[in-house]
Protein backbone atom coordinates (compact mmCIF):
# COMPACT_ATOMS: atom_id res chain seq x y z
CA UNK A 1 0.00 0.00 0.00
CA UNK A 2 0.98 3.73 -0.32
CA UNK A 3 1.33 5.03 3.23
CA UNK A 4 3.72 7.91 4.70
CA UNK A 5 3.56 7.90 8.42
CA UNK A 6 5.03 11.19 10.54
CA UNK A 7 4.81 12.55 14.32
CA UNK A 8 2.77 15.07 14.74
CA UNK A 9 4.35 17.54 16.68
CA UNK A 10 7.64 18.44 17.51
CA UNK A 11 8.89 21.28 19.95
CA UNK A 12 12.84 22.78 20.48
CA UNK A 13 14.61 25.25 21.80
CA UNK A 14 16.16 28.24 19.72
CA UNK A 15 19.17 27.22 18.80
CA UNK A 16 18.52 23.59 19.01
CA UNK A 17 18.81 20.70 16.26
CA UNK A 18 15.38 19.62 15.50
CA UNK A 19 14.84 15.92 13.70
CA UNK A 20 11.74 15.29 12.24
CA UNK A 21 11.02 11.35 11.15
CA UNK A 22 9.47 9.63 8.46
CA UNK A 23 8.30 6.46 7.55
CA UNK A 24 7.18 5.04 3.60
CA UNK A 25 6.18 1.81 2.51
CA UNK A 26 6.68 1.69 -1.23
CA UNK A 27 10.57 0.32 -1.35
CA UNK A 28 10.19 1.28 -5.17
CA UNK A 29 10.30 5.00 -4.15
CA UNK A 30 13.36 7.04 -6.72
CA UNK A 31 13.61 10.22 -4.75
CA UNK A 32 12.03 11.36 -0.93
CA UNK A 33 11.54 14.97 -0.46
CA UNK A 34 11.11 16.97 2.30
CA UNK A 35 9.16 19.97 1.83
CA UNK A 36 8.00 22.77 4.44
CA UNK A 37 4.83 24.47 4.53
CA UNK A 38 4.14 28.18 6.98
CA UNK A 39 0.74 28.96 7.78
CA UNK A 40 -1.47 29.53 4.72
CA UNK A 41 0.78 29.27 2.25
CA UNK A 42 1.69 26.33 -0.30
CA UNK A 43 4.76 24.31 -0.12
CA UNK A 44 8.12 25.04 -0.47
CA UNK A 45 10.61 22.14 -1.09
CA UNK A 46 13.33 21.98 1.02
CA UNK A 47 15.56 18.94 -0.10
CA UNK A 48 15.33 15.63 -2.06
CA UNK A 49 17.58 12.60 -1.92
CA UNK A 50 17.86 9.82 -4.05
CA UNK A 51 17.35 6.51 -2.93
CA UNK A 52 20.93 4.97 -3.37
CA UNK A 53 22.07 7.76 -0.96
CA UNK A 54 21.89 7.44 2.69
CA UNK A 55 22.70 11.07 3.69
CA UNK A 56 22.55 14.25 1.79
CA UNK A 57 23.94 18.29 3.53
CA UNK A 58 22.55 20.74 2.69
CA UNK A 59 23.52 24.09 4.52
CA UNK A 60 21.48 24.00 7.83
CA UNK A 61 19.86 20.51 6.75
CA UNK A 62 20.95 16.77 6.75
CA UNK A 63 18.85 13.93 5.50
CA UNK A 64 19.37 10.42 6.25
CA UNK A 65 17.97 7.87 4.46
CA UNK A 66 17.96 4.35 5.99
CA UNK A 67 16.06 2.36 2.78
CA UNK A 68 16.35 -1.31 4.66
CA UNK A 69 13.98 0.45 7.22
CA UNK A 70 12.16 2.69 4.97
CA UNK A 71 12.49 5.32 7.51
CA UNK A 72 13.77 9.21 6.59
CA UNK A 73 14.46 11.78 8.56
CA UNK A 74 15.46 15.70 8.74
CA UNK A 75 17.75 17.48 10.94
CA UNK A 76 18.02 21.12 11.22
CA UNK A 77 20.90 22.48 12.50
CA UNK A 78 20.99 25.72 15.04
CA UNK A 79 16.72 25.98 14.58
CA UNK A 80 15.51 29.00 14.40
CA UNK A 81 12.05 30.87 15.18
CA UNK A 82 11.83 31.29 11.49
CA UNK A 83 11.79 27.54 10.85
CA UNK A 84 8.37 27.26 12.87
CA UNK A 85 6.03 25.49 10.43
CA UNK A 86 4.86 22.49 9.05
CA UNK A 87 7.45 19.51 7.49
CA UNK A 88 5.83 16.95 5.39
CA UNK A 89 7.79 14.12 3.90
CA UNK A 90 7.03 12.39 0.43
CA UNK A 91 7.72 9.71 -1.61
CA UNK A 92 7.32 9.59 -5.31
CA UNK A 93 6.02 6.83 -6.93
CA UNK A 94 5.13 5.95 -10.67
CA UNK A 95 2.58 7.24 -12.46
CA UNK A 96 3.21 5.88 -15.82
CA UNK A 97 6.35 4.27 -16.34
CA UNK A 98 6.59 5.48 -19.85
CA UNK A 99 6.40 9.06 -19.35
CA UNK A 100 8.56 9.32 -16.42
CA UNK A 101 6.45 10.68 -14.60
CA UNK A 102 5.59 11.04 -10.54
CA UNK A 103 2.61 11.57 -8.22
CA UNK A 104 3.83 12.01 -4.41
CA UNK A 105 2.14 10.27 -1.61
CA UNK A 106 2.35 12.34 1.60
CA UNK A 107 2.52 11.95 5.59
CA UNK A 108 0.36 14.21 7.70
CA UNK A 109 2.55 16.71 8.25
CA UNK A 110 4.78 17.97 12.02
CA UNK A 111 4.04 20.68 13.02
CA UNK A 112 7.58 22.33 14.31
CA UNK A 113 7.03 24.84 17.55
CA UNK A 114 10.68 26.78 18.01
CA UNK A 115 10.92 28.29 21.59
CA UNK A 116 12.54 31.72 21.79
CA UNK B 1 9.22 31.65 -5.67
CA UNK B 2 8.43 28.76 -7.66
CA UNK B 3 6.75 30.55 -10.71
CA UNK B 4 4.31 28.45 -10.50
CA UNK B 5 0.36 30.47 -10.02
CA UNK B 6 -2.83 29.53 -9.43
CA UNK B 7 -6.13 31.84 -9.00
CA UNK B 8 -8.05 32.43 -7.40
CA UNK B 9 -6.12 32.56 -3.85
CA UNK B 10 -9.46 31.82 -2.50
CA UNK B 11 -13.47 30.76 -3.36
CA UNK B 12 -16.39 30.97 -1.43
CA UNK B 13 -19.28 28.16 -3.17
CA UNK B 14 -22.58 26.67 -2.20
CA UNK B 15 -23.27 22.95 -2.06
CA UNK B 16 -24.20 21.69 -5.58
CA UNK B 17 -22.26 24.52 -7.26
CA UNK B 18 -19.86 23.54 -9.57
CA UNK B 19 -16.26 25.43 -9.59
CA UNK B 20 -12.90 25.65 -11.73
CA UNK B 21 -9.41 26.55 -10.79
CA UNK B 22 -6.17 27.76 -12.47
CA UNK B 23 -2.73 26.73 -12.47
CA UNK B 24 0.23 28.25 -14.36
CA UNK B 25 2.92 25.85 -14.90
CA UNK B 26 6.70 27.15 -14.34
CA UNK B 27 8.21 27.83 -17.69
CA UNK B 28 9.72 24.29 -19.20
CA UNK B 29 7.45 22.55 -17.00
CA UNK B 30 5.28 20.11 -19.18
CA UNK B 31 3.51 18.24 -16.53
CA UNK B 32 0.77 19.17 -13.45
CA UNK B 33 -0.34 17.29 -10.78
CA UNK B 34 -2.89 18.25 -8.56
CA UNK B 35 -3.35 17.40 -4.74
CA UNK B 36 -6.21 18.05 -2.07
CA UNK B 37 -5.23 19.25 1.36
CA UNK B 38 -8.10 19.27 3.55
CA UNK B 39 -7.72 21.03 7.03
CA UNK B 40 -4.57 19.15 8.98
CA UNK B 41 -3.55 17.00 6.37
CA UNK B 42 -1.04 16.15 4.03
CA UNK B 43 -1.77 16.46 0.37
CA UNK B 44 -3.70 13.70 -1.55
CA UNK B 45 -3.14 13.37 -5.23
CA UNK B 46 -6.05 14.09 -7.01
CA UNK B 47 -4.89 13.62 -11.39
CA UNK B 48 -2.05 14.48 -13.24
CA UNK B 49 -1.79 15.91 -16.86
CA UNK B 50 1.19 15.00 -19.26
CA UNK B 51 0.93 16.74 -22.46
CA UNK B 52 -2.57 17.65 -22.22
CA UNK B 53 -3.64 14.03 -21.24
CA UNK B 54 -4.36 12.64 -18.34
CA UNK B 55 -1.88 10.46 -16.93
CA UNK B 56 -2.69 8.86 -13.68
CA UNK B 57 -5.28 9.72 -11.10
CA UNK B 58 -6.01 9.41 -7.51
CA UNK B 59 -8.95 7.99 -5.77
CA UNK B 60 -11.21 11.12 -6.18
CA UNK B 61 -14.91 10.69 -7.63
CA UNK B 62 -15.57 11.64 -11.94
CA UNK B 63 -16.75 14.62 -10.55
CA UNK B 64 -13.23 15.90 -10.07
CA UNK B 65 -12.03 16.53 -14.01
CA UNK B 66 -9.04 18.59 -15.63
CA UNK B 67 -7.46 20.05 -18.59
CA UNK B 68 -4.35 20.78 -19.70
CA UNK B 69 -3.59 23.52 -22.53
CA UNK B 70 -0.96 23.35 -25.32
CA UNK B 71 1.19 26.22 -22.88
CA UNK B 72 1.11 23.32 -20.34
CA UNK B 73 -1.31 25.83 -17.96
CA UNK B 74 -4.18 23.26 -16.56
CA UNK B 75 -7.73 23.88 -14.75
CA UNK B 76 -9.45 21.43 -12.25
CA UNK B 77 -12.99 21.48 -12.30
CA UNK B 78 -15.30 19.85 -9.51
CA UNK B 79 -19.11 19.76 -10.09
CA UNK B 80 -21.76 18.94 -7.75
CA UNK B 81 -19.49 20.17 -4.74
CA UNK B 82 -20.07 19.00 -1.42
CA UNK B 83 -19.10 20.41 1.90
CA UNK B 84 -16.25 18.20 2.23
CA UNK B 85 -14.79 19.48 -0.87
CA UNK B 86 -13.62 22.23 1.37
CA UNK B 87 -10.12 22.18 1.39
CA UNK B 88 -6.73 23.87 -0.07
CA UNK B 89 -6.03 22.76 -3.72
CA UNK B 90 -2.39 23.04 -4.43
CA UNK B 91 -1.09 22.43 -7.90
CA UNK B 92 2.37 21.58 -8.86
CA UNK B 93 4.12 21.65 -12.08
CA UNK B 94 7.10 19.15 -13.42
CA UNK B 95 9.39 18.19 -15.45
CA UNK B 96 11.98 15.66 -14.78
CA UNK B 97 10.39 14.32 -11.57
CA UNK B 98 10.49 17.34 -8.70
CA UNK B 99 7.23 18.81 -8.32
CA UNK B 100 7.37 22.51 -7.07
CA UNK B 101 4.08 24.11 -5.68
CA UNK B 102 2.06 27.13 -6.40
CA UNK B 103 0.59 28.87 -3.17
CA UNK B 104 -2.61 26.81 -3.80
CA UNK B 105 -6.08 27.95 -3.52
CA UNK B 106 -8.33 27.59 -0.66
CA UNK B 107 -12.43 26.58 -1.50
CA UNK B 108 -15.12 26.82 1.20
CA UNK B 109 -18.25 24.89 0.20
CA UNK B 110 -21.18 26.34 2.38
Known amino acids: GEDVEQSLFLSVREGDSSVINCTYT??????LYWYKQEPGAGLQLLTY?????DMKQDQRLTVLLNKKDKHLSLRIADTQTGDSAIYFC????????????????FGTGTRLKVLA | ETGVTQSPTHLIKTRGQQVTLRCSSQ?????VSWYQQALGQGPQFIFQ???????GRGNFPPRFSGLQFPNYSSELNVNALELDDSALYLC?????????FGPGTRLLVL
Open chain 2, 27 to 31: SGHNT
Open chain 1, 90 to 105: AESISVRLSSGTYKYI
Open chain 2, 92 to 100: ASSSTGTQY
Open chain 2, 49 to 55: YYREEEN
Open chain 1, 26 to 31: DSSSTY
Open chain 1, 49 to 53: IFSNM
